[in-house]
């Protein structure tokens, strides 16, 4: 196994779920996000935190992934 076999196994994986997100998927083809091809997926997780660290309040924001097209000239 080479760095470069690694990075090919995950161009040509197909997408996968994010386990307990209800759907949020992420692929590493360097298409999820147009403007940072190194980025997996554009959905965001966030939570609250309470004093001890612990997360709560879980969120699932989905976004558009046209709002991420960087503009042609």
Same mark, same amino acid.
């Given at each position: 196994?080479?760095?470069?076999?690694?990075?090919?196994?995950?161009?040509?994986?197909? =997408?996968?779920?994010?386990?307990?997100?209800n759907g949020?998927?992420? %692929?590493?083809?360097?298409?999820?996000? *147009? /403007?940072s091809p190194?980025?997996?997926?554009?959905?965001?997780?966030? =939570?609250?935190?309470?004093?001890?660290?612990?997360?709560?309040?879980? %969120?699932?924001?989905?976004?558009d992934p *046209? /709002?991420?097209?960087?503009?042609?000239?």
């Amino acid at each position: 196994m080479t760095r470069e076999s690694v990075a090919d196994g995950l161009r040509n994986a197909p =997408a996968q779920p994010y386990p307990l997100t209800n759907g949020i998927q992420f %692929q590493c083809n360097g298409k999820a996000f *147009a /403007l940072s091809p190194n980025v997996c997926g554009s959905d965001v997780i966030v =939570a609250t935190t309470d004093k001890q660290g612990v997360l709560g309040t879980y %969120q699932v924001l989905k976004s558009d992934p *046209a /709002l991420f097209i960087p503009p042609t000239r």
